[in-house]
């Protein structure tokens, strides 16, 4: 915690000066973020950071995963289903990212189960949610037997999985319809902090140079 309260001061003395009218503005006039991020809770994502932007840029959701429930999915385990509709409804955001990772913890423990889950209930009822990415890395990853590669390849069809969920919420559908809105599936390496974006022409996350983004 110290290391915490360390950090409060420092901005406060040394980095908030920078941004001292950024934040004035933005507190005059409301936040207007162009972007929903949606990544895992993992403490390696940062989504700011990835993207180099600034206070007021995006409009970020993490959660266990980066899991986007179905829409039909309501009450304690879909409170991502809020931050969605308020970005899209509210804010009136002009894309979605999803963004997975490599190395998950989540989508390891989804294809290999939790070590306690009556620990753990909340989660083993979130990662349950998820349960059909684990289907399709069951029927059609078998050639895939190093668990690393299984485990990145989950994470990959989650964000596609997230994808799907996402054009089924009436606000997000609505926004693709007229052409307001914009879904982007990115999968982010940790070990090299490559980006690779899904292209939907080629069917592959491709790399930011390679698919030209």
């Known amino acids: 915690m110290q290391r915490l309260i360390d950090g409060v ?3 406060r003395s040394d980095e908030f000066g920078a941004y001292r009218a950024l934040f004035q503005r933005l507190s005059r006039e409301g936040q207007n973020p162009h972007t929903l991020f949606i990544t895992c809770s993992d403490s390696r994502v940062l989504a700011e950071l990835i993207t180099q932007s600034q206070p007021g840029d995006l409009f ?6 980066n899991i986007v ?13 809020a931050a969605i509709e308020f970005a899209v409804s509210t804010l009136g955001v002009s894309d979605i990212v999803v963004c997975g990772h490599s190395q998950c913890g ?5 294809l290999e189960g939790l070590p306690q889950p009556e620990a753990m209930p909340h989660l083993a009822a979130w990662l349950r949610v998820a349960t059909p990415v684990r289907d399709i890395i069951q029927r059609g990853y078998q050639h895939l037997t190093d668990a690393r590669a299984r485990t990145n390849a989950a994470a990959q069809e989650n964000v ?6 996402l054009e089924a919420y009436p606000a ?6 007229n052409g307001s809105l914009h879904l982007h599936g990115w999968f982010f390496d940790i070990a090299t902090a490559d980006l690779f974006a899904f292209n939907p022409e080629t ?3 491709e790399s930011f140079s390679q698919a030209g983004v």
């Open 60 to 65: 970020v959701v993490k959660n266990v995963g």
């Open 172 to 177: 997000v559908k609505a926004r693709l319809d």
């Open 203 to 205: 069917k592959q996350f």
């Open 160 to 165: 596609l999985f997230a994808i799907e969920n």
């Open 9 to 11: 001061h420092r901005f």
């Open 69 to 81: 429930p179905p829409v039909g999915v309501t009450g304690e385990t879909n409170s991502t289903a």
């Open 106 to 110: 989540a989508m390891q423990a989804l």
